[in-house]
Nanobody, 118 residues
Framework: QVQLVESGGGLVQPGGSLRLSCAASGSIFSIPAMGWYRQAPGKQRELVAAITRGGITNYADSVKGRFTISRDNAKNTVYLQMNSLKPEDTAVYYC????????????WGQGTQVTVAS
């Protein structure tokens, strides 16, 4: 059984920073890709950032230059450093990972709330 456990959300003022973490556990052979999505009220879930096992990254235009995704392959953990946060970054942030156990399958975390408000 594979689990993704997120942490690090919360309330922050505009211009502030937060760091999200997501750790994968279970019978994992490899994790080719990990990423973060977000969903604001009334909106569709959207990709925020993704990273391959080799470190290739991809960002949504709205977060380029402010957010940084990284991963620790030894710990099966992905991070999202969020700087210069704006009210429009308010959403539930979900961790996503493509994980090889016996087969390749996508997994989601439970979500963590990020609220940017003064």
């Amino acid at each position: 059984q594979v689990q993704l456990v997120e942490s690090g959300g919360g309330l922050v003022q505009p211009g502030g920073s937060l760091r999200l973490s997501c750790a994968a556990s279970g019978s994992i052979f490899s994790i080719p890709a990990m990423g973060w999505y977000r969903q604001a009220p009334g909106k569709q879930r959207e990709l925020v950032a993704a990273i391959t096992r080799g470190g290739i990254t991809n960002y949504a235009d709205s977060v380029k230059g402010r957010f940084t995704i990284s991963r620790d392959n030894a710990k099966n953990t992905v991070y999202l450093q969020m700087n210069s946060l704006k009210p429009e970054d308010t959403a539930v942030y979900y961790c996503n990972a493509d994980i090889v156990t016996g087969v390749l399958q996508g997994y989601w975390g439970q979500g963590t709330q990020v609220t940017v408000a003064s």
